[in-house]
């Protein structure tokens, strides 16, 4: 824009100038200083923006209207090529790669993406130049710099941008999630991607996983119904605190009926209630023996882990068992190692324990 604005302004300056000293030399022999600070010289800035606003705006139509020439005579593309006028907000795709060129733009809105780019990249929200490798911030905006090519990578499962401009597209996974908060760089990526293929359990909502969020009781409970194969259950023991035509219900009764669960003692299951980590393998683990009938082995040794005494004696064996098939490694927290079985499980921590139990025990 100053490229062009700088010397229009000048131009329309001068011009002023000398209608200001043709003026004074007819009539009035001094021009006031306050008169050229206060109303001349922004009166000549404000005429070079608008010259400049304005052989850009013909600049851009005259491109456009070339690009639509092409498009039409081409069946709607122009090479890999395509074009936006305006950011509006679009999904893109796990690994898709978004190359645009010298004067495009684009905004980002939501999900996880990268750029690498060969000369200069502005970030106008930041107002500042973009190092080539950066990820793009959600909600700032960006514009590709004179000479340059930029190549956006989406990296989470799909993400939100809008694009502005020129662009050719290369196409990303043929398998992806749907989420934006699910990223390649995030230790979860491949368990939350292959609990989702799996179908054992999706989203918050249609792009969101919320990895960090716990799960509860009847989520879980849910989850193992469904691994198998949601069987029906007309009758079986039931807990006061789970209506019969709650959505958990029957994964509820299956799972009581099958000795996966027994409750909270009182007659209650608390379906709302966050499953901890302990309560989680213990599911797991009578879902193999008491369900698949699977005989356990002897198990890990559980004496490293330096919170062993916070796990309940009931859940030893499970835990013992667990850490040996793989399913629960631990937590690491400098040189300590830990269980945290009275921490409540993430959503991520789930479907990592869950991938590595259908891998490894189903």
Known sequence: MKKYLRPLGLILALALLTAGVCAASS????????????????KAVQAGEEAGNKLLQETYDKEKARLDAALNGSGGSVGAG???????????????????????????????????HTGAVVDVTAGAEVTSGSALVKNHRYLVGENTDTAV??????????????????????????????????????????????????GMDANHFSPGSPMNRAMLMSVLHRLAGSPAVSSGPEFADV??????????????GQGITSGMGNN?????????????????????????????????????????????????????????????????NGTTLTL????SATRAEMATMLRAFCENIL
């Open 153 to 202: 990578t989406i990296r989470s499962g799909e993400a939100a941008l809008g694009v502005q401009g020129s662009y050719t597209l290369t196409p990303g996974k043929s398998q992806h999630t749907p989420f934006y908060d699910v990223s390649q760089s995030d230790w979860f990526y491949t368990p939350v991607g292959y609990a989702y293929e799996k179908g054992l359990f999706s």
């Open 268 to 332: 209650r299951f608390n379906p709302d209630g966050l499953v901890t980590r302990e309560q989680a393998v213990a599911m797991m683990y009578n879902y193999a023996v008491q369900y698949m009938r699977l005989t356990p082995g002897a198990g890990a040794d559980l004496s490293r882990y330096a919170d062993l005494s916070s796990l309940s004696g009931w859940a030893q064996p499970a835990m013992a068992w667990a850490v040996e098939q793989g399913i629960i490694s631990g937590v690491t």
């Open 82 to 116: 395509s074009s936006s006028d305006t950011l509006q907000r679009r999904d893109w795709s796990d690994g898709q790669i978004i190359t645009l060129s010298t004067g495009s733009g684009f905004l980002m809105l939501d999900g996880s993406a990268t750029l690498v």
């Open 243 to 256: 209506a019969s035509n709650s959505w958990y219900a029957q994964a509820v009764r299956w799972g009581a």
């Open 27 to 42: 009539g009035d022999s001094v021009i006031s200083l306050s008169y050229l600070r206060d109303t001349f010289f922004p």
């Open 340 to 343: 945290d079985p009275q921490r």
